[in-house]
Nanobody, 123 residues
């Protein structure tokens, strides 16, 4: 499965961005999906995940109430709506497909990764 993330860019603190991830195969619609991010000099960290049918979501504490993950199985896409952005949200954001139906918070749960899209939040 190939994943293509897009939507990153430069935004001021308090602004919003919408990231999208498109999967190359419809079979990916049966897998959980997740977003991770990696800031310069830091390890990759979990951001949000969604299960195969979009009913169950999971968020890192640092983004709860500000970010929303959703998916369109018909279009094989996963979206991350990011509001009230902070400078500490600056990172390369990666989408990933889980090995199972549930999107977990560990990178080990995911078997396919996109190339990432850069989000920069200025203060």
């Amino acid at each position: 499965v190939q994943l293509q993330a897009s939507g990153g860019g430069l935004v001021q603190a308090g602004g919003s961005l919408r990231l999208s991830c498109v999967a190359s195969r419809r079979t990916n619609s049966n897998n959980g999906m997740g977003w991770f991010r990696q800031a310069p000099g830091k390890e990759r960290e979990f951001v949000a995940a969604i299960n195969w049918n979009g009913i169950i979501t999971n968020y890192a504490e640092s983004v709860k109430g500000r970010f929303t993950i959703s998916r369109d199985r018909a279009k094989n896409t996963v979206t991350l709506q990011m509001n009230s952005l902070k400078p500490e949200d600056t990172a390369v954001y990666y989408c990933a497909a889980s090995r199972g139906a549930v999107g977990g918070s560990s990178a080990r749960d995911y078997t396919s990764w996109g190339h990432g899209t850069l989000v920069t939040v200025s203060s």
